[in-house]
């Protein structure tokens, strides 16, 4: 009996140990061409809070293998390539996608020449967290120009234990915000692409169910600012300002799988919201008296499948 019991004992102490989380960790680095800012992403034991792995955002670009010429790049390991026919640029930026989201077409079919490029974005750098999502943007740019030809994404969501639990191809454009659920069921991502004077990609929001590859909500009217989540359990947060001085403001509860939204007049609004509560807005008026506006009463529900 004792020799049981000591197995089940040991078994529970090997099963707590082995949780992770996972943390991000920013890095400046002078070299001779300059400050180099990386991205590191540890999978950290809660027990020993030892690094035990970690993910090559490199090598794990799908960008970085592309079978085109290199051109030479000084800051960084993501590479850089030049292009140099239409052929190529619709194998990256295919018809179908280009007529989806592009507001207009830039690259006429004939010869094409220009350069390759890749950025990407992730879902946290507040704390840690049992999901994260990674974002790699592909762009197409003349030589010489800040205009943008083509923008596409491939997003990754992987799981405390390493684990690929979602992967997507030919995404819209992912423009720096992108969040995931605490649990890993949602995805929700800032899309767009803009240079100086002109629009490739139209800003907009998605958010995608990992578990069925539904895009369950997606809102294109305005300018987005979000999405961000860590901030509060079980929430994701983003707005959209619609122009005029309205904004919508949403509160995506995804333990509940509600979407709540507030739309208001930023010139006329004169409460300031000072927190989040679990059941509402907490908001101060002019007076500095506090009150709550109840998600389920007054804000606009959506139930997000």
């Not at 082995?18 to 960790?25: E, G, M, P």
């Not at 967290?129 to 990754?156: K, M």
């Not at 509160?251 to 799988?257: E, G, P, V, W």
Request: overall charge neutral; glycine content about 4%; proline content about 3%.
């Amino acid at each position: 009996m004792k020799s049981i019991l000591n197995l089940i004992l040991l078994i529970m102490v090997s099963n707590f140990s082995s949780a992770q989380i996972i943390q991000v960790k920013k890095n400046r680095t002078q070299t001779v061409n300059g400050t180099l800012n990386t991205v590191s992403v540890y999978f950290v034991d809660t027990t020993s809070k030892i690094i035990s792995d970690s993910l090559d955002l490199h090598n794990l670009n799908p960008h970085n293998y592309l079978p085109y010429d290199i051109s030479s790049s000084k800051m960084g390991k993501d590479k850089t390539y030049e292009i140099n026919s239409f052929n190529e640029y619709d194998k990256l930026f295919p018809a179908n996608y280009r007529s989806k989201y592009f507001i207009d077409y830039f690259v006429e079919p004939g010869k094409y020449k220009g350069l390759l490029s890749s950025t990407f974005s992730l879902s946290s750098y507040e704390k840690p967290v049992n999901y994260i999502a990674v974002a790699f943007n592909l762009f197409a740019r003349p030589n010489y120009s800040d205009q943008i030809d083509g923008a596409i994404s491939t997003i990754f969501v992987f799981d405390n234990k390493k684990n690929l639990v979602y992967k997507k191809e030919n995404v819209p454009c992912v423009d720096n915000d992108i969040a995931i659920s605490d649990d890993g069921k949602y995805l929700a991502f800032r899309y767009g692409a803009a240079w100086s004077d002109g629009i490739l990609i139209k800003s907009g929001v998605q958010i995608v169910n990992t578990k069925t590859d539904a895009i369950v909500f997606e809102e294109s009217n305005g300018y987005v600012v979000g999405p961000s989540s860590g901030y509060y359990p079980d929430l994701i947060q983003f707005s959209c300002y619609l122009g005029n001085y309205f904004v919508r403001d949403y509160y995506f509860n995804t333990k509940l799988s509600k979407l709540y939204s507030l739309q208001y007049n930023r010139h006329e609004n004169e409460e300031t919201l000072i927190d989040i509560k679990p059941d509402g807005l907490l908001y101060k008026d002019r007076s500095g008296k506090e009150y709550i506006l109840l998600f389920a009463k007054d804000l606009e529900v959506q139930i997000i499948k």
